[in-house]
Every structure is written in C-alpha cells, then in structure tokens.
C-alpha cells in the first residue's frame, strides 16, 4: 500500500503546513480545574507510622505556582500535606507537583485539590546552627552533624536516647576472592564534607550529607550521599547513593552498610530482638529467655509468652531469689545476625560473645529486610528495602547484653566473598562473532553507582509481631499515591499513550500479546533469578534458543543495559494499566541503569555503557543510556530526589562527546570538535534539556532544543542528512557534514528519539522542524520506489531497516496529516513485516527433561530490543490511529 499518489503526497510534505501543539496527543486538552484523584498502588498500605511521597501532574495553564493545595480523603477530612513544584509547562503553570503526607495515610482513596492545606498537629520543624541540623517531629529529635563519621549523630524519642552514631562502614580487600596468600583488609568510616537542608517541614524534613569514606591512614575513597527524611509521624528514611572510584584490580569491597548505636537500658530478659522474614513472618526471642521449657521448675515459665511478644516480663528485683538465681544461670545471647546469602535462602545466627561460636538460630528463603533490637523501654526498627533482590545483603545486632547495641544494616555483607568489579575477561571478544564492543581502558566500573532506601523507626517500646510485619511490608513495597490512568492522560503528560482498550474483539486480542510479552519478562526475572547487588533491575538482551538460556556470557548479547528502551516499555504500560507489578518492575530497572549502566565521574562521565556481559564492560559509552528520558518517569511519579541528582547532572552530558565521540570508528574527524548523530546521541542529549527546562522553567535549556531542531530543519535533506552531524558541545552547534543516505537510519528513533518528538510536538511550536519531522515519519517505512522518487536512488530499503519498529512514524504522520490511507499503512507494517510474516511474539513453551537444567519456559529466539520496540510501537499505534485498527488481524496473528 502506498503513502497516496506520489505527487500527491510529496505536496503536501512540501507545503507550508504548520502543525499545531494541539496535534500532540493528549495535548490540547481543555483546561480543567478537577482535583487530582489519588489510590494507592496495589494494595493499601496497613496503619504504618511512616509517610508517603509522590508526585502528581497537572494539566497545562490549570495550576498557578502560587496556588495551594490540599489533600482531602473519602470522607472529607483534610490530610496534613506538603507540597512543592516538580516541573513547569511551558507557559509558566506547574505541570507536576510533588506532595508528603505523615503516616498512617488515608485507608482508602483521596484526592488533591485546591484550597488551604491541613498543617499536622505537631508539625516538622528544623533548627540549624554552626555545628548541626536538628529536626523535631512530635517526640522525636534527629540531629545531624555537619562534619565528622556520623551522619546521626543522635534520635531522642520523648528525651530517650534511642539512636546515636549513625554512620557508614566499608570493608575493603586489596586481593580478589578466593586468591591465596596474604590479604590485607582496610576498615573506612563515612567523613561528612557537606550538610543541605532541601525541605523543612510542616510535614516532611529532608536533608542532604556529601561525603566520602575514610580509613584510619587516611585513605579517602567512594563518594556518598545520603538524603535523611524525617516525617511528622516519626520515621526516617535514608537514600543512600555511593560512586565507585576505586581500582578494579585491588580494592575489593568486603562490606559496606551503615551501622548504628541503639541504647538498651531495660534488663536482658526484657531486650528484644526480631527479624522479619518472608509472607509476614518474625523471628524474635529475647535477649535473655525466660525458661519456659521448664514449667515445673521456673516460677515464671508462663510468662514466656509475653516475653517473645516483647511484653514486659517481672524485673529481676520482682523475682524471688531462687527465679532470679535459675534466670542467672539462662545464657545472654550478645550478637544476632541475619545473612541473605543469594535470592532463596537466608540463615540467622545468634552467639554468646565475640569469643563464642555462631550458633544457626532459623533459616528461610526470601528475608524482608526488617529487624529491630531494643527493650520494654524502647528501641529501633530498621529496614533496608530490596534485600533479598539484591544479595549478599545483612542485618547485624552486636552487644545486646552491654548498654548500647551496635546495628549493621549490609548492603553487602562480609559474611559473602568480596565485591569483584574486575572485567569478566582480559581479552578482546570483537563485534562479528560475540558482538561486543571492545576498546582499551573502556571496560572499567570507575564511576559507577548504586543507591539503596534504608528505613528507620525509633520506637518508645518493643512493638508487637504484627505491628513489626506492618512496617515489614512498608519496607518490601512502601505506600505510594498514584493516578488513574485516564489522568495522566488528560493531562497530556508522556507523550503517545492511551490507556488500555479492550472495545474491539481486535484491540482486545493486541492487549492479550502486550500483557503476554511484559509478563512474559517479569517472570523471566524470577525465573532466571536476575537478582543481585549489581544486576537487580536489568534484564538480558538475547535468548540462546540451543542453550534455552540468555546469552548471559556473549559479549553484547548479555545485559541489556537500555538498549533500545525497555525502562520506556514498562514505564508506558504501567501509565496505561495502573499494575503494581509492572510499576516495581520499571522502578527497579530505573534504579539500575540510571546508576549502575551510567558513569557519575572520571572520564566518562555523563555517559553510560552500551549492552555487555559486565554492565560496565562494553568499549561504547554513550549519552543514549544515560539520557534524562529514561528517567523522568519515575522522577515525577515518586519525586524522588536522587534521581533529579541523575537527571541534572547529565544537563552537560553532550560535552563529554568531545572526549568520546560516539561514531568515532565510523567518520573521519571533522572540522567540528566532535560528531552527533540526530539518533540516538543529539535527541538523548535534547531529552537532558527537556528536563532541564521543565524542571526549572528556564528557557536556555528550550532555546538549546530549538537551535538542534532548526538546524536539523534546514540541513539538506532534513531528518535524512546525516544520521552523523558535526558537533560543537561548547555553543550546542548542530552542522550538516555531507553523507546523506550512506549509512542507515535505523538507530535514529529506536532509543527514545520518537517518544521525545513525540512530545516536544506538544511542547515547541516549530513549524520548520514539525514538516521537517513528519516528512521523515511518512517516507522512513514508504514504498521503496516512492521513497526514491522523494530522495532520490540512495534510499534504498537497506538503509530503513525494522519496519515493524517504525510503524509508529507512518502513523504520527498519518496523525499529523490527517491520512487515513498513512493510518492503515501504519498497521500493516506492524502486524506484518516485510517477509509477509506476522509481527506477533512466539508462543511461550515448556522446556523441560535432560536439554535443561530446571524446566523453564521460553520464547524461540526472544530478544529484549524486539520486545521492547513491538510493544512501544503497538502502543504508540493504538494511541495515534487506534481508530484505524483493522477489523480483523492477518493470517498467523
């Protein structure tokens, strides 16, 4: 089928159209003054003393900056909240909000609307002075140094001490595991170099503390930042994020965590010690049990009971002398330690002293990361959340019988090997056959990172194993607020999406294969075990159907790393679905590949590694993995603030194209300082800039896009010049250097560069660059001849390659033009491709007997880049000519 009469259609691309933002869907909505209505993702959160924080968005010209908001639940009683702006629309209006409400929230739904917000009885309140950041929320006092080891320096609850000496800890090794001979280990401590105070209340404090670890000879190493947000309602979370900037062949991480000080001033019959495990489970005893094993000889055996429910039991001076005596002779348990040693089984331990043998208490599979030490009197819970995803990880309690217990939460436990972040081989493996990237000195983890979300809730008495599961769960899934998806649509936010649509037996049969593919993945997760410290969020690129395995070991056939954006993927079919499971999938990939795929310093900086065995082991760095697109989802969903750190930090990410040009190995050097090609380096690094602008209404970052677009714009051939353009960083300077339909395009929109388009239409009034755009939508997956007939003989198919993966720009063509004829073009491109073969996924089979291992189930040669693009461009289709949907699917569908 054709584009419409060649003449014809070349006419009309030719002509002055200006294509209006109205075009862009979801954009043009009416204005709207409807509340935000919020529910809870997945179930709703039990009676937690812990607060939630999100975001939500707004549509354009509806919301002053000025404005205040409130939260109102089911039945009308307003809610303490805090509020504050996330981004802008172009006219000034605040496109998303970011909100804070105390725990326990609302049971059930609520919503945020205009009108005087709620203050919370007590609110937070912080006090700064030259040596310390103190915040008050109710009975409890955080105070926070400005310098030295602790982070924490100490949290009263009613004037109790409960904690004190809150700092990180780190373990290194200078040989790797399991290497023989002399192994020297180097303890470090956290060294505070800077405190920010970034929100002070009514309902939520946060600070952030820079810094780095130092050993005792002064050794200064992986840079740390800790955000420490304390809510009304007491509890504190602290995001943790540190960079690698050792080296790979020596310093080897035996330990890392943060350890903590918990006063214990009850006797030991009356500490308590829990540790939650999985499905709601607690293991807990005392520090020193009461022998209820012996009800004929201990007067208060039937008071064991209440002990193991942290009830208060007689104190030693209400005992008789023979109980007291017999009660003496129980042994005190001093250390209790919980391992997750891989992803299905944890063991605890518990000993007498540090001169006595582990003795194993308990073991299980899936720890929720949960524990607490502390008395009748008071004590701390902590959680570290993803614990058992992202093993080796450890909860550890030493000297519960002396005044002060110490308590280790391991983001990497001792008690596994040490963290090896050396190469997976020494050797070169080469494009052709293992398809890796391979350039010296590139396959290196200098500057990559991790963050992890601790939980702290200093209590004023051993709560009970319910209350404990409750804040179990909170750790495992904290609450989060979301919308529906009908608004965010409404209110024109992430581009070319629609919810999801079963009216038609047709678009019915679509969703089935998009909820097949992306449950297909999720499972996958757990069936391939993708766990780990380093690898949890990731999944992998391609499927060794004769090893019915991944090809976790071929070069760039490994780790996906967002290659081709799968983050987008998932992202998207949340927005249209409101799953909870595909929202924690795409929360988790978020936290990876902005962190581990990405380099935070050294010479890489602002670039991320392209698909490899190690995640950090491929020769290409590029902008395309670390672009702020990828991660502005969950930046405005959550308002999470480690990752605006990501997103502001690649604003400048295009300079380092200077030192690592991405098409290096390809083009000569040019008069330019460096190259760029539209797709996918100049989008990614426009999408930084979209951010940039959104976040901060300055209008530089938008003036930057529109330089690139008008340049792009009046460049020969438009969209087809290039792909590779000459680059200057210093004045963002886009220039045509010739070479116009040598090379493909294919690249050019698979990496996030349509779905930036897509909503900068929306966002940028560019009538140049809008024909420029859609002309390359309507004849990238035309006709041959007809392609040729508007370019010239060089666009030849070989250069348009993946149809089914641009079906999507024949239907934005057929969206902005109005073009019925481009609208079902766009849906036999993607339903067939051009074999004549049907674009849907294989069937997932069983696997099983002596050609596996364990049984599994599989897709036939199932690629991550394929899923990923099949699906986004399905959706993009259903959401700009979902009206052109066939009425019946092709044969083999």
């Known amino acids: 089928m054709g584009v419409t009469a060649g003449a014809t259609r070349r006419g009309v691309l030719a002509s002055s159209l200006a294509l209006s933002a109205a075009a862009a869907p979801g954009a043009g909505q009416a204005a709207s003054t409807a509340p935000a209505d919020l529910h809870w993702l997945g179930d709703a959160p039990l009676a937690v003393a812990a607060g939630a924080v999100w975001g939500a968005p707004w549509p354009r010209g509806t919301l002053a900056k000025t404005a205040p908001l409130r939260a109102v639940a089911e039945d009308g009683a307003t809610v303490p909240l805090q509020t504050w702006p996330l981004a802008y629309w172009p006219d000034g209006s605040v496109k998303w909000t970011g909100h804070a409400i105390a725990g326990p929230g609302p049971a059930g739904p609520f919503r945020i609307e205009r009108g005087k917000p709620a203050a919370p009885a007590r609110p937070v309140t912080v006090r700064e002075t030259p040596d310390l950041v103190e915040i008050t929320a109710g009975d409890l006092v955080c105070r926070l140094p400005r310098s030295g080891r602790s982070l924490i320096a100490q949290v009263l609850v009613k004037g109790r001490e409960t904690l004190r000496d809150g700092r990180l800890v780190c373990l290194s090794r200078d040989t790797p595991p399991g290497e023989a001979g002399t192994v020297t280990t180097e303890t470090f401590d956290s060294v505070v170099e800077a405190v920010t105070v970034e929100q002070r209340g009514p309902v939520r404090a946060v600070v952030r503390l820079d810094g780095r670890h130092r050993s005792a000879a002064g050794r200064a190493w992986l840079p740390f930042t800790v955000r420490v947000a304390v809510d009304a309602a007491g509890g504190l979370k602290l995001t943790h994020s540190f960079v690698f900037d050792g080296d790979a062949a020596h310093d080897f991480i035996a330990g890392l965590g943060l350890r903590f000080a918990a006063p214990l001033t009850d006797e030991l019959h009356n500490r308590h010690v829990r540790f939650a495990g999985q499905d709601g489970g607690i293991w807990g005893e005392a520090v020193r049990n009461l022998p209820g094993w012996q009800p004929a000889k201990f007067a208060l055996a039937s008071r064991f009971a209440d002990q193991l429910e942290g009830r208060a039991v007689p104190a030693l001076s209400e005992m008789d002398a023979k109980t007291r005596d017999q009660l003496l002779t129980v042994p005190a348990w001093d250390g209790f330690r919980l391992f997750q040693g891989d992803c299905d089984a944890f063991t605890i331990d518990k000993r007498t002293g540090a001169d006595s043998a582990w003795l194993r208490a308990d073991q299980g599979g899936r720890a929720a990361g949960l524990g607490y030490v502390g008395g009748v009197s008071g004590g701390v819970a902590f959680g570290l959340r993803h614990f058992w995803q992202r093993h080796p990880t450890g909860l550890e309690i030493t000297g519960a019988t002396g005044d ?14 040490p963290m090896d972040l050396r190469h997976y081989s020494d050797k070169a493996h080469g494009l052709e056959i293992q398809y890796e990237d391979v350039e010296p000195g590139h396959s290196t983890p200098l500057g990559i990172a991790r963050t992890n979300e601790i939980f702290l809730w200093p209590l004023a008495a051993t709560p009970s194993r319910a209350a404990l599961a409750a804040l179990a769960g909170h750790v495992v899934a904290p609450p989060l607020p979301v919308c529906a998806p009908a608004r965010y649509q409404a209110c024109g936010v992430f581009g070319a999406w629609s919810p999801v649509d079963r009216s038609t037996p047709v678009k019915a049969r679509l969703q089935d294969e998009l909820d097949r593919l992306a449950g297909f993945y999720l499972r996958e997760v757990e069936q391939r075990r993708w766990y780990g410290f380093w690898d949890h969020g990731d999944v ?4 060794d159907q ?9 070069g760039g056939y490994a780790w996906a790393n967002s290659e081709l954006v799968p983050d987008l993927w998932f992202w998207t079919a949340w927005l249209r679905s409101g799953r ?16 581990v795929d990405v380099y935070h310093l050294g010479p890489f900086r602002g670039l991320g590694s392209r698909h490899n065995v190690s995640h950090w082991g491929d020769g290409a760095k590029e902008v395309r993995i670390s672009q702020a697109l990828l991660r502005r989802h969950y930046y405005y969903l959550t308002a999470d603030e480690r990752t605006g750190d990501l997103m502001a930090a690649e604003v400048d990410a295009d300079h380092a194209l200077a030192a690592v040009d991405p098409v290096r190995k390809r083009l000569e050097k040019s008069a330019w300082p460096t190259h760029a090609r539209t797709g996918p380096d100049w989008f990614a690094v426009a999408s930084n800039w979209l951010v940039a602008w959104e976040r901060t209404g300055d209008r530089r970052w938008r003036d930057r896009i529109v330089k690139g677009l008008d340049a792009i714009a009046a460049s020969p051939l438009g969209m087809f010049s290039g792909p590779g353009f000459g680059y200057d960083p210093a004045t963002a300077t886009l220039a045509d250097i010739g070479g116009a339909l040598a090379t493909s395009y294919h690249l050019v929109t698979i990496m996030g560069g349509a779905e930036l388009v897509f909503e900068l239409d929306g966002l940028i009034d560019d009538p140049a660059w809008s024909r420029t755009w859609t002309r390359f939508c ?8 007809e392609r040729q007939a508007a370019l010239g003989p060089k666009a030849t198919d070989r250069l348009f390659g993946y149809p089914v993966w641009h079906a999507r720009l024949t239907a934005w063509a057929a969206r902005q033009l109005n073009d019925p004829a481009l609208a079902r073009r766009a849906w036999d491109e993607f339903l067939t491709d051009r074999d004549g073969q049907p674009s849907r996924p294989p069937p997932i089979t069983r696997v099983s007997g002596p050609a596996v291992l364990d049984p599994v189930d599989e897709i036939a040669n199932v690629s991550t880049n394929q899923s990923s693009q099949w699906s986004l461009n399905l959706i993009e289709l259903l959401a700009l000519v979902g009206d052109a949907v066939p009425e019946r699917l092709p044969e083999g569908w």
């Open 540 to 543: 992998m690129h391609t499927y």
């Open 404 to 417: 002060a217990a110490a308590v280790t939460l391991w983001l990497w436990s001792p008690q596994a090997q």
């Open 580 to 595: 909870a499971d595909l929202f924690r999938h795409a929360e988790a990939m978020t936290r990876h590949t902005g962190e």
């Open 546 to 554: 004769d090893r019915h395995a991944w090809r976790y070991d071929v």
């Open 778 to 785: 309507a004849y990238y997956n035309a006709p041959q001849a």
